[in-house]
């Protein structure tokens, strides 16, 4: 299964009018990106999984961790990603029922996998 990590400085995501985002990562498979993109290339759709850096601040924090969680659930997103810089750590919620749901919370010393990503592994101390 070949696979493709966007490139993009910011990986918008156009799900409607007034659902739009930039994650900070999106990944999305061969198979799935050719449904995503429209003519001029937005993404228009869910990508298997969205990566977001939590933002400074309560309030962008709440954005990230509830607004855009929601959001992704509902557009079907695989997996959704929170890496927390201040205390060194990833939220990793994956789909389970039709929605996304807290997996498993990594702290340093901790490996990052994913069945999405065959071989992929990092130590959670590389991302920070």
Known sequence: ????????????????????????????????????????????????????VLSPGEKNEKRDRETKLKLYSVQGVQEYWTCDSIQKKVEVYRREQAALKLAVTLFSQDELTSPLLPGFNCLVSKLF
Do not use: C, Q
């Open 1 to 52: 299964m070949r696979s493709s990590l966007s490139s993009d400085i910011a990986p918008g995501i156009i799900f409607s009018d007034s659902d739009n985002v930039i994650p900070d990562v999106v990944w999305a498979s061969h198979e799935r990106l050719k449904y995503l993109l429209d003519e001029a290339g937005h993404l228009t759709g869910a990508p298997e999984l969205v990566v977001e």
